[in-house]
């Protein structure tokens, strides 16, 4: 199985969908660099970087023509910017329910039907409590046999720039940056609500040029 780390882009929408929305269940797709399979690290394990996450929904996460129409849109963009689908995430609608549900299952199937070393990711509720230590993700790989997808944990992820990326989190609960993000559904309500989040993304940029700099001095 790959081992899988997160960019702070992709960190940052996710965990953003997630809070901004607590009460309901809410979803996801995870991109990486097209072509750029699976990268090795220096003990030859193979790797997949999620470069970029764009939330779903927030309303209703199963209703599959909506998914449909979302997927296609998702699929343009990421390709204009030589990215990929990798994958899915999901956070249940209870706080002690981290497991993979049949929707989060169905829904992850379709999404991974065409990347060979595709995954899912489960927010763990309770630990949203805990983001200045732990990465609040179940990391789950396909295992495919000839007529069903089953979904076997994995270790979690890695996060860019390990205990200073998770710095984030808190970031994002402090400065209220959560409050900015934009899925599918607020966009099908307004077109005007962009969700490719281009204003998340500069705020996480400069974030990131501030744990660099530090590291430098």
Not at 11 to 40: C, R
Not at 50 to 61: E, Q, R, S
Not at 148 to 158: A, T
Not at 161 to 174: D, Q, S, V
Request: glycine share 4%.
């Amino acid at each position: 199985m790959s081992e899988v780390q997160l960019s702070l882009r992709a960190y940052a929408k996710i965990l953003s969908h997630v809070v901004q929305y607590p009460y309901t269940a809410v979803n996801g797709v995870l991109l990486t660099v097209a072509g750029d399979d699976d990268v090795e690290d220096k003990d030859e394990n193979r790797r997949v970087d999620i470069v970029d996450a764009v939330p779903l929904f927030h309303y209703n996460i199963s209703l599959t023509p909506m998914l449909t129409v979302a997927l296609t849109q998702i699929e343009e963009y990421a390709s204009n910017r030589s990215l990929k689908i990798a994958g899915y995430y999901h956070a249940n609608e209870y706080c002690n329910d981290s497991e993979v549900g049949f929707v989060a299952a169905r829904i992850a199937d379709k999404i991974v039907e065409n990347c060979e070393e595709g995954c899912m990711l489960i927010v763990n509720n309770e630990l949203l409590n805990h983001l200045a230590t732990e990465l609040p993700f179940k990391l789950f790989h396909p295992v495919r046999s000839t007529d069903r997808i089953d979904w076997k944990e994995g270790d979690k992820p890695r996060l860019q720039y390990g205990e200073r990326g998770l710095t984030l989190g808190p970031e994002i609960m402090k400065s209220q940056l959560y409050r900015s993000v934009v899925d599918m559904d607020n966009h099908y309500d307004n077109v005007r609500c962009n969700w490719d989040n281009a204003a998340l993304d500069e705020t996480v940029k400069l974030f990131s040029e501030s744990l660099v700099s530090a590291a430098e001095e």
